[in-house]
C-alpha cells in the first residue's frame, strides 16, 4: 500500500527558528512529490514540486529535499516567520498513477 | 486565470437531499480531480478525469456519489441522497499535461455539512 506519513502533526517553533518538516513515503516508485500549504478554511497552494530525478528545490526560503532510498523527503524553511503558520502536506505521485497520494499534514505555529 | 473555481464554497444540507458541488479548472488543463478532506482520513482522492473522461473513480465511496464532466470547463460531483457521514470539504484540482511533471493546483474547497 502506498502510504504518506508526516510526523508531527502539529508543531511550534519560536520566530526566526528554521523549520524542518518531514514526509516519509513506503513506495520507491515515486514519479515526484509535491509540498503544499494549506491555510484555514482554504484550498491548497503549492509550494514546490521536486522530481523523482532531482535531489533537492529550492524556492525563495523553502527548500525540499528527496531521499528515494530511505523513502522520505523533507521541507526546509528558513528563518520562520509568523506568516509561515499554516499546515503543511507532502504528496506523492508514482509511477503509472495520475492520482496525489496525501500525508495528512503538519500543522505549523510560528510563535512572534 | 482565476485559478481552479468551486462553487458553493459552503453547503448546508438535510440527510435525505441530493447535492451537487461544481468546479470549473484552469483554461487549458488536461486532467481534473475530485478529493475529499476529513479530519480523520485526511485527503482522498475520489475521482479524476482525463480530457473530460473518467479514469479512475475507485475513490468514491459509494453508488450514492457521482461525477461528470460535460466538456472541459466544467465538471459536477453529486451526492444523492446526502448523508451526515459525507460531510466535509470537498476539493477540485486541474493539471496541464505537459508530457512530464506538473503541478496541481486546487480550488478553494467546498465545506458540505449534512445534518
Known amino acids: 500500500k502506498q502510504e504518506v506519513t508526516q510526523i508531527p502533526a502539529a508543531l511550534s517553533v519560536p520566530e526566526g527558528e528554521n523549520l524542518v518538516l518531514n514526509c516519509s513515503f513506503t513506495?520507491?516508485?515515486?514519479?515526484?512529490l509535491q509540498w503544499f500549504r494549506q491555510d484555514p478554511g482554504k484550498g491548497l497552494t503549492s509550494l514546490l514540486l521536486?522530481?523523482?530525478?532531482?535531489r533537492e528545490q529550492t524556492s525563495g526560503r523553502l527548500n525540499a529535499s528527496l531521499d528515494k532510498s530511505s523513502g522520505r523527503s523533507t521541507l526546509y524553511i528558513a528563518a520562520s516567520q509568523p506568516g509561515d503558520s499554516a499546515t503543511y502536506l507532502c504528496a506523492v505521485q508514482y509511477y503509472g498513477n495520475n492520482r496525489l497520494a496525501f500525508g495528512k499534514g503538519n500543522q505549523v505555529v510560528v510563535i512572534p | 486565470d482565476a485559478g481552479v473555481i468551486q462553487s458553493p464554497r459552503h453547503e448546508v444540507t438535510e440527510m435525505g437531499q441530493e447535492v451537487t458541488l461544481r468546479c470549473k479548472p484552469i483554461s487549458g488543463h488536461d486532467y481534473l480531480f475530485w478529493y475529499r478532506q476529513t479530519m480523520m482520513r485526511g485527503l482522498e482522492l475520489l475521482i479524476y478525469?482525463?480530457?473530460?473522461?473518467?479514469?479512475?473513480d475507485s475513490g468514491m465511496p459509494e453508488d450514492r456519489f457521482s461525477a461528470k464532466m460535460p466538456n472541459a470547463s466544467f465538471s459536477t460531483l453529486k451526492i444523492q441522497p446526502s448523508e451526515p457521514r459525507d460531510s466535509a470539504v470537498y476539493f477540485c484540482?486541474?493539471?496541464?499535461?505537459?508530457?512530464?511533471?506538473?503541478?496541481?493546483?486546487f480550488g478553494q474547497g467546498t465545506r458540505l455539512t449534512v445534518v
Open positions: 478525469f482525463n480530457n473530460n473522461v473518467p479514469i479512475d
Open positions: 484540482a486541474s493539471r496541464p499535461y505537459r508530457g512530464s511533471h506538473t503541478e496541481a493546483f
Open positions: 513506495d520507491s516508485a515515486i514519479y515526484n
Open positions: 521536486i522530481q523523482s530525478s532531482q
